[in-house]
């Protein structure tokens, strides 16, 4: 089924660590994931894909890793700043037929760095 | 480069009412899509629009619909408002194909009371 998160999971890091923000996705068939960022009262803003087809790929202080084997997408952002602070959405792609790309959503999760 | 652009951006209306709400694509994106966030939750798809045309359609009822013009910006009405109709809802746009990331605007609140 569709995520519907209630309660969004937080994680506290210092300002200077590294970061790791995990997202169980839901159909092992889905074969495209987003990592957003959404700061309050704001939209969702992209920050890196990845294709099923790959394990892993490096933007600017950022990392996602994809294991289809356990249907888990993690975020590492390095070197957490206070601009990191936001709510992180994983997305994912599953099949449907023709062209259409219609998002699912996971469980946000809140990055509060302290200073 | 002008992103996704959305009006307005705080709404108030009264249950039963109707409401026309505004989107447009970022600059050569051709495939408009929507999406209502609650408040501590993901978006949730409502449907997408490519050549003017609803292409898929999410969990929602018929109440909620929309339209693509052909300068490719759209807009998403909901009749018969209800309460828990208050959301923000977000627009994003893409090009058609999968694979293709979806950007979105800043939202527009929409308050039921």
């Known amino acids: 089924g569709e995520s519907v998160g209630l309660h969004l999971p937080t994680l506290s890091v210092q300002e200077g660590d590294n970061s790791i923000i995990n997202c169980a996705y839901s159909?092992?068939?889905?074969?495209?994931f987003i990592w957003y960022k959404q700061e309050s009262g704001k939209g969702p803003q992209f920050i890196i894909d990845i294709r099923s087809n790959m394990d892993k790929r490096q933007g600017q202080r950022v990392t996602v890793l994809l294991n289809k084997t356990v249907k888990h997408l993690s975020l590492q952002i390095a070197a957490t700043q206070p601009g990191d602070s936001a709510v992180y959405f994983c997305a994912e792609m599953p099949p449907y037929g023709g062209a259409t790309n219609k998002l699912i959503f996971g469980t946000g999760t809140l990055l509060a760095v302290q200073p | 480069d002008a992103g996704v652009t959305q009006s307005p951006t705080h709404l108030i209306k009264t249950r039963g009412q109707q409401v026309t709400l505004r989107c447009s694509p970022k600059s050569g994106h051709d495939t408009v899509s929507w999406y209502q966030q609650a408040l501590g939750q993901g978006p949730q798809f409502i449907f997408q629009?490519?050549?003017?045309?609803?292409?898929q359609r999410g969990n929602f009822p018929d109440r909620f619909s929309g339209h693509q013009f052909p300068n490719y910006s759209s807009e998403l009405n909901v009749n018969a408002l209800l309460l828990g109709d208050s959301a923000l809802y977000l627009c994003a746009s893409s090009l058609l194909g999968r694979n293709s990331p979806l950007h979105f605007g800043n939202g527009t609140r929409l308050t039921v009371t």
């Open positions: 159909n092992s068939a889905s074969d495209y």
């Open positions: 629009y490519y050549e003017e045309e609803e292409r």
